[in-house]
């Protein structure tokens, strides 16, 4: 959130750097694999050069993934996915006809996992909205908007959206209601 005033903005990318550097040795022992989505040319230098150094250094990590997003967009992600797809129909790589769903979703930042669409995007501060956020990807996750500020978001509100989401029934775009056949 670039619009933030100065002194905020350096302090997220402060607490971002600094948790690369005191986190990796978890990441590492536990086996998680970390991936930074977004539009990584707007950070400093030396957050690429550490955010280059996670990914690095855990991709071959099975155990979880995460994804971290910073200075992402649903529509900055859409539009990079459609230039690139546009270059490759401009250079004879691919025609205008294999343009589909699946190849939009290999452009995407989240072709990095396994599992690009979130069952469940929880959503704190008391905004109820998705704030541009991975705008394709969550086209049928189900949402949990929670009160709590996001430092204060803790395992109470957590069981309170998995609770939420275990009652809900999912169709994935479809109309079937649930028994119909």
């Given at each position: ?8 903005v350096?302090?997220?990318m ?8 005191s986190q990796?040795?978890?990441?590492m ?16 230098p030396s957050?690429?050069k ?12 099975t ?35 294999d ?11 989240t ?11 929880i959503?704190t ?9 991975l ?16 430092p ?6 957590f ?6 989401f ?9 109309r ?6």
């Amino acid at each position: 959130n670039w619009v933030r005033p100065k002194g905020e903005v350096e302090f997220i990318m402060n607490l971002l750097e600094k948790g690369l550097q005191s986190q990796m040795e978890t990441f590492m022992r536990q086996g998680i694999r970390v991936s930074i989505i977004g539009d990584l040319s707007k950070l400093p230098p030396s957050i690429q050069k550490w955010i280059a150094q996670a990914e690095e250094k855990t991709k071959d990590n099975t155990r979880l993934h995460l994804i971290v997003a910073v200075s992402y967009s649903g529509k900055y992600d859409i539009t990079k996915a459609c230039r690139s797809i546009a270059q490759k129909v401009k250079d004879g790589l691919i025609q205008v006809e294999d343009v589909n769903e699946e190849l939009i979703e290999r452009e995407l930042e989240t072709k990095c996992t396994q599992f690009p669409h979130p069952d469940l995007l929880i959503r704190t501060s008391g905004e109820v909205r998705i704030s541009n956020f991975l705008l394709w990807q969550v086209a049928y996750t189900e949402l949990f908007f929670s009160r709590a500020l996001w430092p204060d978001f803790g395992e109470e509100e957590f069981a309170e959206a998995l609770r939420s989401f275990q009652q809900r029934n999912s169709r994935f775009g479809t109309r079937d209601l649930p028994g119909s056949s």
